[in-house]
């Protein structure tokens, strides 16, 4: 890696952290062959570190109405918004390859309203990105235009919790310079073996 992880804290050392950490740390970086900046950042703060991925998790990896890939386009469209260069790299290598098109994260940072998806998509992320930047707007129209698309209550929910919990990591991540990982940039963007 040829630039900082973060530049405003000082990143732990592995070795010094605490064992559900350094396992959980570890056992990413053996999935993914490399360590996430985001991981050693949080872990500056122990008990927020675990408090952060154990909601993470809860909103990224459960089954729900709305697919893995979707939730993605969420954090991609809203961090975009709110310019935070982490997670729309690393958000965006993950959308690539949960949605297998090497173009899609590019189309919807860049504007979502113009980028190949459909017209349900197009409303869960102007849903999802009026909940990041004025939720003080959100109004009975908002939910009535998500269960036109066939949106539960629960996924509503799901995309409003997506987008707030990723408004706090945009936040964290542009206060600490997080910087993106090397290795996010091309993921999802080749066939594997290229």
Request: proline share 5%; glycine share 4%.
């Amino acid at each position: 890696m040829t630039q900082p992880i973060a530049n405003r804290f000082p990143t732990p050392s592995l070795d010094k952290l605490p064992e559900d950490i350094r396992t959980r740390i570890l056992t990413v970086q053996e999935k993914s062959g490399f360590v996430p900046n985001v991981f050693l950042t949080l872990a500056y703060r122990p008990d927020e570190f675990r408090a952060f991925f154990a909601y993470h998790d809860a909103l990224m990896e459960k089954d729900s109405g709305l697919t893995k890939a979707e939730r993605e386009m969420i954090v991609v469209a809203t961090s975009a918004a709110n310019q935070c260069q982490y997670c729309v790299i690393a958000h965006g290598a993950i959308l690539r390859i949960r949605a297998k098109s090497p173009v899609i994260a590019d189309q919807i940072a860049v504007n979502y309203r113009k980028a190949d998806i459909a017209p349900r998509q197009r409303a869960m992320l102007d849903f999802a990105m009026k909940v990041s930047r004025s939720a003080e707007e959100v109004s009975e129209a908002d939910f009535a235009a998500l269960t036109a698309h066939g949106f539960s209550n629960d996924d509503v929910w799901d995309i409003a919790a997506v987008a707030a919990f990723f408004a706090l990591s945009n936040r964290l991540a542009n206060v600490t310079a997080m910087r993106p990982n090397e290795e996010f940039y091309l993921m999802g963007r080749l066939p594997k073996g290229n």
